[in-house]
């Protein structure tokens, strides 16, 4: 177990998130990053994916099988967007969404809709931090990315005048958004230039560096994904 370093020893955290392999989980990037970016204490759990024990080991944690979970105490909070508002309401002094009411509903609105949608370019361009090249993606794909930089791109003149990201200061948004800012650069998507500059803010933040360098590091492959370019031949 690896301890967030923002504690003193003799003070154990109180949340103890269980992730995925930093290189491709996704789902796991969005609380981390939230909490970390926010100064959130937390000890981590990684369980391998892709493995023959990874089912096993991940119900021992989480009621789904599946990554992201939280335990504080004897609670089991699962699902990222979930994770994300129960820390913010323990930790409410973290800011994790804007504070204007009607700026906070867009915010929440743009999370949801990355919780549950962008199903082509998930599909398509699985997260991936270790890989370098384009790769050829459908219609469907190339709308959802449109879409997004028409985001971007209103958020950014509307409310980023605080700071480069989308409402300005880092927000819960920007960590569920930021697996989609991966897939742009790792998979070489052309993007205007104000989307460019906002994949570069998230890439830039230490704790979104923090968790980079750390993938990189990993031992760890899942074959379906880095062979995402060169599917096997049917049997």
């Not at 989307?195 to 993938?215: G, M």
């Not at 899942?222 to 062979?227: L, S």
């Amino acid at each position: 177990m690896k301890t967030n370093s923002t504690l003193p020893p003799r003070f154990p955290p109180k949340f103890t998130l269980i992730i995925g392999n930093k290189n491709y989980s996704s789902w796991s990037l969005r609380p981390w990053l939230a909490m970390a970016a926010k100064g959130v204490p937390f000890a981590e759990i990684l369980v391998p994916l892709g493995h023959g024990q990874t089912k096993q080991q991940l119900e021992q944690y989480s009621p789904t099988g599946l990554v992201p979970a939280l335990k504080y105490g004897n609670l089991v909070v699962w699902e990222s967007l979930s994770i994300i508002e129960f820390v913010n309401e323990k930790h409410p002094e973290a800011k994790f969404w804007p504070e204007d009411m009607e700026v906070r509903a867009i915010a929440r609105s743009l999370a949801m809709e990355m919780h549950a949608g962008f199903r082509a370019v998930r599909q398509q361009l699985p997260m991936n931090l270790k890989r370098q090249g384009s790769r050829r993606f459908s219609s469907a794909a190339e709308a959802e990315l449109a879409r997004f930089s028409g985001y971007v791109r209103q958020l950014r003149m509307e409310y980023g005048s605080g700071g480069p990201f989308l409402f300005g200061e880092f927000c819960a948004t920007d960590a569920m958004i930021a697996p989609l800012c991966t897939r742009i650069r790792n998979y070489e998507v052309p993007v205007d230039p104000m989307t460019q500059d906002y994949v570069d803010a998230i890439h830039r933040l230490p704790a979104f560096q923090k968790w980079y360098r750390a993938a990189l590091a990993e031992p760890w492959k899942i074959d379906e994904v880095d062979n995402i370019d060169h599917p096997r031949s049917s049997p």
